[in-house]
T-cell receptor
Framework: DAGVIQSPRHEVTEMGQEVTLRCKPI?????LFWYRQTMMRGLELLIY????????DSGMPEDRFSAKMPNASFSTLKIQPSEPRDSAVYFC????????????FGEGSRLTVL | EDQVTQSPEALRLQEGESSSLNCSYT??????LFWYRQDPGKGPEFLFT???AGEEKEKERLKATLTKKESFLHITAPKPEDSATYLC????????????FGKGTLLTVNP
């Protein structure tokens, strides 16, 4: 299997622009997670889905962030409008089973907002 | 709210010099504690799951142990390829599947 695939790997944008990050989970995995990583705060869970349904979005910073999972093989995280404080590495991860803690992470999307 | 604190923040070892990394946690009803390894520019890679105090897991030069308040990742005779950031995470009580991560320990093993 190719693993979790994220795009783009790097994104540089101007403040106020819309940013869309994309994720293709591993086939057959029922859980999909979006995490954000910064030096200051470490890895933070933004939202997770189970069978394409959002279960916990309490980590989404504010209304500027939204996430969708229209089908089992695709998810997006959108930031509109973007701000410099959104600069971070965004990871998507998928997991086949609840509770084992074995998440399979993608290589991340590094976002820089100028 | 679940909390995870890892120490030290950074650790530099000589090849062959054994040591331990610490993960202290506060959680309501531990459902699992997990260790991950993260290489620069990569996503975290799963290493171990520990479910209850007294449990131990081993993989090559790494051994993870768990008590009711903390977990240790013991590294025996490390090699330069063990250099990475090691992350600890907990899954607390409740019905959701939220993993809370610590900030990690950056391990550097010099040849």
């Amino acid at each position: 299997d190719a693993g979790v695939i994220q795009s783009p790997r790097h994104e540089v944008t101007e403040m106020g622009q819309e940013v869309t990050l994309r994720c293709k989970p591993i086939s057959g995995h029922d859980y999909l997670f979006w995490y954000r990583q910064t030096m200051m705060r470490g890895l933070e869970l933004l939202i997770y889905f189970n069978n394409n349904v959002p279960i916990d979005d309490s980590g989404m910073p504010e209304d500027r962030f939204s996430a969708k999972m229209p089908n089992a093989s695709f998810s997006t995280l959108k930031i509109q409008p973007s701000e410099p404080r959104d600069s971070a590495v965004y990871f998507c991860a998928s997991s086949p089973f609840r509770g084992t803690g074995e998440l399979f992470f993608g290589e991340g999307s590094r976002l820089t907002v100028l | 709210e679940d909390q995870v604190t890892q120490s030290p923040e950074a650790l530099r070892l000589q090849e062959g010099e054994s040591s331990s990394l610490n993960c202290s946690y506060t959680v309501s009803g531990l459902r699992g504690l997990f260790w991950y390894r993260q290489d620069p520019g990569k996503g975290p890679e799963f290493l171990f799951t520990l479910y209850s105090a007294g449990e131990e897991k081993e993989k090559e030069r790494l051994k993870a142990t768990l008590t009711k308040k903390e977990s240790f990742l013991h590294i025996t005779a490390p090699k330069p390829e063990d250099s990475a950031t090691y992350l600890c995470a907990v899954h607390g009580g409740g019905s959701n599947y939220k993993l809370t991560f610590g900030k990690g320990t950056l391990l550097t093993v010099n040849p």
